[in-house]
């Protein structure tokens, strides 16, 4: 993987050949990382349990000139993941972002709502990531690229079991990295602070919430989804060939600063 010229480093984020498998292409930062996908050069198959916002994205991905189609999955069955994977081109890249949140206090939280939260964020994660990256080890080479959150490090109260699953996917991951490199597959986690997507309308439409959260971060503002996207052409690239097994914040500095109090200096 030797890079000397100037063509060679200028064509690193190109993506002309891959194929991408963005699961919940439908929304916030799925359809960012697709359409993204698509500039550098990609195939995206956009992928939703939403059929209509997933073909909604390939549709606006294809009329701009990229190359997409659409696919339904649920990704808290086997059987649906095994479909689909039957449907589409085997893919290069694999983009994991599905989860829920239910923001309650823990001695609340129902057994029906532990599991709907485990259910999908991390059973549904588990049973995606290993369907796809068999093919992969088969076929020798791969990225996968999943989604866990500045949630995996640091909570607040009402985000236990989200947490929880967050942690529990950035472990899962590392396993799978440490498995499969000798085999071609690369595996990685981006952990996003705050991103204006539909995950996170409730929190915005309470203007308290919403400005503390702003403030928080080091950048004092939210992201786009567009910013979180870049880190997936990133890990998705042959600009990253030497990173697996790793996590990364883009959360504009929230997990680097305390934050409270900023002394007078
Ligand atoms: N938005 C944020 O501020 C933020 C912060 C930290 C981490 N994250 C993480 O980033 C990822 C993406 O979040 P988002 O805000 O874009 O979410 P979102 O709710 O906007 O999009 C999620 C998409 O997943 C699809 N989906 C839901 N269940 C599915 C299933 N069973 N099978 C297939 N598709 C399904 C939905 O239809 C939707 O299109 C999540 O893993 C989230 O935890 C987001």
Known sequence: MSRTTLQEYATLFRLDGRTALVIGAGSGIGEASAVALAAFGARVV???????????????????????????VDIRSAVSIAAMLQRVPPPDVLVSTPSINVRKPLLQVSEEEFDRVVGLNLRGTFLLVQAVARGMAERGRGSIIVFSSIRSEVVEPGQGVYAATKAGV?????????????????????????????????????????????????????????????????????????????????????????GRYTPPL
Request: charged content about 20%.
């Open 46 to 72: 956009c992928a939703d349990l939403n059929a209509e916002a997933a073909a909604r994205v390939a549709g606006a991905i294809c009329a701009q000139g990229g190359s997409a189609e659409s696919a339904t």
């Open 170 to 258: 950035r472990q899962l991951c590392r396993a799978l990295a440490s498995e499969l490199g000798e085999r071609g597959v690369r595996v990685n986690l981006i952990a996003p602070g705050i991103v204006e997507t539909p995950l996170t309308a409730p929190i915005r439409s309470h203007p308290e919430w919403s400005r503390a959260y702003a403030e928080k971060s080091i950048l004092h503002r939210w992201a786009h989804p567009s910013e979180i996207a870049s880190m997936v052409v990133y890990l998705a690239s042959d600009a990253s060939s030497y990173v697996t097994g790793a996590l990364f914040y883009v959360d504009g500095g929230w997990t680097a600063h305390d």
